[in-house]
């Protein structure tokens, strides 16, 4: 599986922004998601995932109530979207799949995720 994400760019704060990950193959379907950001000098951390079904979805505390995950398995691509964003949401954000759990586990922690994207910058001006 091959990932693709796009759509970050320069925010202002208090403004929004939607990240999508596109992935290649045609098992999208099975694969759980997940979105991971990493700033500079900090470790990589969950932002979210969801699971293949897509009836489940985990947040991590720092986004819970701003940050959304959808998936699409027709289009073979997962979104965040981000609202109410703040300067400490500046990072690069990966997407992640993990072919794993049941139809309603969400991976949460990186060695659980099996493919990686290149990341997305997101710039969250004060």
């Known amino acids: 599986v091959q990932l693709q994400a796009c759509g970050g760019g320069l925010v202002q704060a208090g403004g929004s922004l939607r990240l999508s990950c596109a992935a290649s193959?045609?098992?999208?379907?099975?694969?759980?998601m997940g979105w991971f950001r990493q700033a500079p000098g900090k470790e990589r951390e969950f932002v979210g995932g969801?699971?293949?079904?897509?009836?489940?979805?985990y947040y991590g505390d720092s986004v819970k109530g701003r940050f959304t995950i959808s998936r699409d398995n027709a289009k073979n691509t997962v979104y965040l979207q981000m609202n109410s964003l703040k300067p400490e949401d500046t990072a690069v954000y990966y997407c992640a799949a993990a072919i794993r759990g049941s139809s309603s586990y969400v991976p949460r922690r990186k060695y659980e995720y099996d493919y990686w994207g290149q990341g997305t910058l997101v710039t969250v001006s004060s």
């Open positions: 193959g045609r098992t999208f379907s099975s694969y759980a």
């Open positions: 969801i699971s293949w079904s897509g009836e489940s979805t």
